[in-house]
């Protein structure tokens, strides 16, 4: 099993930048796919960035393009979401995710979770 925490949230101001993380263990980080997803109060869980195994290839939403990274460094089993020009509706908890072989956009497809972190934007 892959277990996942993440880290980095807290109360930023729009415009503002924050980096979070998640820390992986269990099983050799470098044979997973990860993603980033979040779910805004009162609203489904979405899809926000993904990496391949070899980070040679990366996706993200479109609400995001141009502002957040994602990369990972397999030597420390961790993956980053760099969050830039942040945005009020930015505002939710950030959840990353892990799954085998190819990345994917639908959480449905990610078999292991991280507990959250929450990141608010105020403007």
């Known amino acids: 099993q892959v277990q996942l925490v993440e880290s980095g949230g807290r109360l930023v101001q729009a415009g503002g930048s924050l980096r979070l993380s998640c820390a992986a263990s269990g099983r050799t980080f470098s044979s997973n796919a990860m993603g980033w997803f979040r779910q805004a109060p009162g609203k489904e869980r979405e899809f926000v960035a993904a990496?391949?195994?070899?980070?040679?290839?990366?996706y993200y939403t479109d609400s995001v393009k141009g502002r957040f990274t994602i990369s990972r460094d397999n030597a420390k089993s961790t993956v980053y979401l760099q969050m830039n020009s942040l945005k009020p509706e930015d505002t939710a908890v950030y959840y990353c995710?892990?799954?085998?072989?190819?990345?994917?956009?639908?959480?449905?497809?990610?078999?292991?979770w991280g507990q959250g972190t929450q990141v608010t934007v105020s403007s």
């Open positions: 995710a892990a799954k085998s072989w190819a990345p994917s956009t639908r959480e449905n497809e990610y078999a292991y």
């Open positions: 990496i391949s195994r070899s980070a040679g290839s990366t």
